[in-house]
């Protein structure tokens, strides 16, 4: 996640501590315990937001690694058999990487992601 993106995710989520405590207040109105739980929900809906962001482009990052080992795998092979060992290797690597970034993406289809990245 680039520089800016992760400050404002940190900014992000101190405002929703700062929330969740104003919440804790005993003495608030019931206006503005509404207007806390908006700003709660809202914050919340954007740190999912900042979470899913950074959850597709670790996929896209992933996803063009394998193909860049499945290329590069296969160029080996044909350069030379003694290295057939080490491009086997390579592709399964990117397979493996593969079979991630295909069960991450499912996971976020379903809203499954807890826990995936």
Known sequence: MD?????TLDQV????????????????????????EDAFTKL???EISLIQLQQQELI????QDAQALQALSL???QSAGKLSDIANIMAKVANV???LVNAVT???ASGLTSGLL
């Open 44 to 46: 919340r809906e954007a």
């Open 106 to 108: 499912a996971g976020l």
């Open 75 to 77: 160029t080996i092979a």
């Open 3 to 7: 520089p800016q993106k992760k400050q």
């Open 60 to 63: 896209d990052t992933l996803t």
């Open 97 to 99: 990487i593969q079979t």
């Open 13 to 36: 989520n101190a405002a929703i501590d700062a929330v969740e405590k104003a919440r804790a207040d005993k003495s608030l109105t019931p206006i503005q315990k509404h207007q806390l």
